[in-house]
């Protein structure tokens, strides 16, 4: 960048924060060289109205802070003086140019390739590597799998899944499932609550979700949210079937970053997720985003819960109060977002999903690594570690066999008792595999099992604080 750019910036800065600059007044004279844009601060006394304003208008909303009531906004000169006509008073913390990147130490996808294949030539009994699928550009999406047994699927073991980047932007999520594999591989041998961790579970890892997306982050656009769909890109959090396009949480302009693309899960980023969920099944997935310090569970749209609200919620709050984030749905901390990956998850195989935003406002999108990196990722710790735990902790896993055959994609009401009476609580599709797993209160419940519509079979079960493995014959 020449000397003349870096006057011009910080020229620009200097005036914005010795005047006081708002958008109500004349920011007209000030404008931005090109290539750089600002991150400005609304005061949102009305939290969900100004979100569900600025969201609508197709405002690149970046962050929040829930607790002060803050919304932190990515804009360009159009922007600015967009708010400006909507009397929006913006406090402009940063300049940016867009071709200036985080720092080096973060990781870009050749990186996170090497390091993941790297792990798996030094820990290769208890590792398992693969591509979940391509990307538009054709790079592959890698999946790491950790378990005292990686090769095979066993179905006594609970699956859980950690991924990251969804937004290619958003550069500390890898630093999370990098650090998941890193702390449990290496600690494997020394540590034996890590051993049962790994010995007890199947670990997936996806570090790095949106290859094309980062690499054009580091090469082109530093802001850079989307795949790369025609040079305009399409929010892959947004492209998911459940929900798409149904509560206006998500945009049909091609040039808004939170465009849902042209239909439910176009995109081959969105398929290799939807494959990888149906053939393994997690019992919890958590999906690491920044920035906000929240934890966000479904349903996105809003006043919609999921059926087993109890458990879901539960485990969102106690993972909240472990890392000291705030919990709740998208529509109750933020706005209506819609075709999001873990309403997906939950709608279609009763996967019990997260997503935690990383970091608060202060650290933005591209916090120092040096400073930042570790602190993020050793205070979420707790929150990945307490999921291995819950796996297995009240619920009930098992196959389901008949004929001597286990049984493919069957159908399990589950009824809670009390009293002698039974109310439907959950509806839950059964593996390929036989195997199912249910995260449920301890409790006296129902099961009852069918098939294409036809019942074959049902078992009362007393769930206590341990998870119960039960074999299941009809």
């Known amino acids: 960048m020449s000397y003349l750019m870096h006057v011009v910036s910080l020229t620009f800065l200097i005036l914005l924060i010795s005047t006081n600059v708002s958008a109500h007044e004349g920011a007209d004279q000030f404008k931005l060289p090109k290539n750089w844009k600002m991150i400005g601060t609304v005061d949102a006394n ?3 109205e100004t979100l569900k304003e600025l969201s609508h208008k197709g405002f690149d909303i970046a962050g929040v802070d829930v607790r002060a009531k803050k919304v932190d906004l990515l804009l360009s000169d159009v922007d600015f003086q967009i708010l400006k006509g909507l009397g929006y008073q913006v406090e402009i913390s940063s300049v940016k140019g867009v071709d200036r990147g985080p720092d080096e130490e973060y990781q870009n996808p050749s990186e996170v390739e090497a390091y993941v294949k790297n792990y798996h030539a030094r820990f290769p009994d208890i590792t398992k590597l693969i591509s979940i699928g391509k990307s538009l550009e054709g790079r592959d999406i ?3 799998k950790i378990s005292d047994n990686a090769d095979l699927n066993e179905l006594k073991e609970p699956t859980l899944l950690f991924n990251s980047m969804h937004h290619a932007r958003e550069v500390m999520g890898p630093e999370m499932g990098l650090d998941i594999i890193e702390y449990l591989l290496e600690n494997y041998d020394s540590d034996n609550e890590v051993r049962a961790w790994v010995d007890s579970n199947q670990i997936w890892v996806i570090p790095m979700f949106n290859v094309d997306g980062n690499n054009k982050m580091w ?3 530093s802001f850079w949210r989307k795949n ?3 040079g305009y890109g399409v929010d892959l959090n947004r492209n998911y079937p459940e929900g798409w396009n149904k509560c206006n949480g998500s945009s049909g302009s091609q040039s808004s970053q939170t465009y849902r693309g042209p239909k439910p899960g176009s995109e081959p980023e969105t398929q290799a997720m939807m494959n990888f969920i149906a053939e393994y099944r997690p019992v919890f997935d958590i999906s690491y985003h920044s920035y906000s310090e929240l934890v966000i569970y479904p349903y996105g749209c809003n006043g919609e819960r999921t059926q087993t609200q109890d458990v879901v ?3 969102g709050r106690k993972i909240a109060d472990l890392i000291d984030y705030e919990p709740g749905t998208a529509w109750e901390l933020l706005y209506n977002a819609d075709g999001g990956d873990i309403d997906w998850m939950y709608a279609a195989y009763q996967v019990i999903p997260y997503v935690i935003e990383l970091n608060s406002r202060w650290q933005g999108f591209h916090p120092r690594y040096s400073k ?3 602190k993020t990722v050793k205070r979420n710790r707790d929150a990945w570690q ?20 286990n049984l493919s994609e069957y159908k399990i009401d589950v009824y809670k008792v009390s009293n002698g009476n039974a109310a439907k609580y959950q509806d839950y599709i059964g593996h390929r595999t036989g195997a199912f797993h249910l995260v449920l209160n301890p409790g006296e419940y129902k099961l009852v099992f069918s098939k294409n519509g036809n019942e074959f079979g049902s078992t009362n079960i007393t769930i206590d604080d341990k998870l119960k493995w039960v074999e299941l014959a009809f």
């Open 313 to 315: 919620e539960k485990i």
């Open 372 to 374: 930042w990196r570790d």
């Open 219 to 221: 090469t082109e656009d």
């Open 386 to 405: 307490y999921l291995l735990d819950r796996a297995a902790q009240s619920g009930v896993r098992g196959v389901v066999s008949q004929n001597g055959q």
């Open 228 to 230: 790369t769909r025609g």
């Open 46 to 48: 009305n939290f969900h």
């Open 142 to 144: 890698w999946a790491l």
